[in-house]
């Protein structure tokens, strides 16, 4: 079994910050790539950023320059540090990753169970 935790959403004033956490855990062989979804009612699923666990990383051109992932030392925990704020940044946000278990040939994908975060004033 592999599990996503999720941690650290909440509600924000305009022009604040948040950092998401999430780890993995389970009878993992590898994690090829971890990323941070959000999703909004009646809206698909959107992208936010990913990172490889070579360490390259991708965002949204909505948050360039506005938040940050990373992962810890071991490659399992994946951050997201989320500054300046919008409201327009409200949603819930999903942790995804893309790994193999142990015992498996092929990769899968694994998601979270869903942080919100609001932010209003």
């Known amino acids: 079994q592999v599990q996503l935790v999720e941690s650290g959403g909440g509600l924000v004033q305009p022009g604040g910050s948040l950092r998401l956490s999430c780890a993995a855990s389970g009878s993992i062989a590898i994690i090829y790539a971890m990323a941070w979804y959000r999703q909004t009612p009646g809206n698909q699923r959107e992208l936010v950023a990913t990172?490889?666990?070579?360490?390259?990383?991708n965002y949204a051109d909505s948050v360039k320059g506005r938040f940050t992932i990373s992962t810890d030392n071991a490659k399992t925990t994946v951050y997201l540090q989320m500054n300046n704020l919008k409201p327009e940044d409200t949603a819930v946000y999903y942790c995804n990753t893309v790994l193999r278990r142990l015992g498996s040939n092929n990769p899968a994908d694994y998601w979270g169970q869903g942080t919100p975060v609001t932010v209003s004033s």
């Open positions: 990172i490889t666990n070579g360490g390259s990383s």
